[in-house]
């Protein structure tokens, strides 16, 4: 089974094109460049793919891969 951060990557990778060696767990979107569409649209995959609400006005240029993860680890009901 996929981790949240894999998940989360596969996302990402899906909706932008940002390469293969900048995405890691402190990468922030702002790094990869990351629009504010792309982050619209990132929000609604989250919500989609992996059941958990994250509303884009949380998904600051300043988070990281890593710090999304968790939050969306955190965000998931216990199993």
Do not use: C, F
């Amino acid at each position: 089974m996929s981790t949240t951060y894999e998940q989360l990557v596969d996302i990402l990778t899906r909706l932008h094109d940002a390469p293969a060696d900048r995405i890691r767990p402190e990468a922030t979107l702002g790094e990869l460049d990351v629009d504010s569409l792309t982050t619209v649209e990132i929000s609604i995959r989250i919500e989609r793919d992996l059941g958990v609400t994250v509303g884009d006005d949380e998904l600051g240029p300043d988070l990281t891969l890593g710090d999304i993860a968790g939050l969306v680890q955190a965000r998931r009901p216990a199993a």
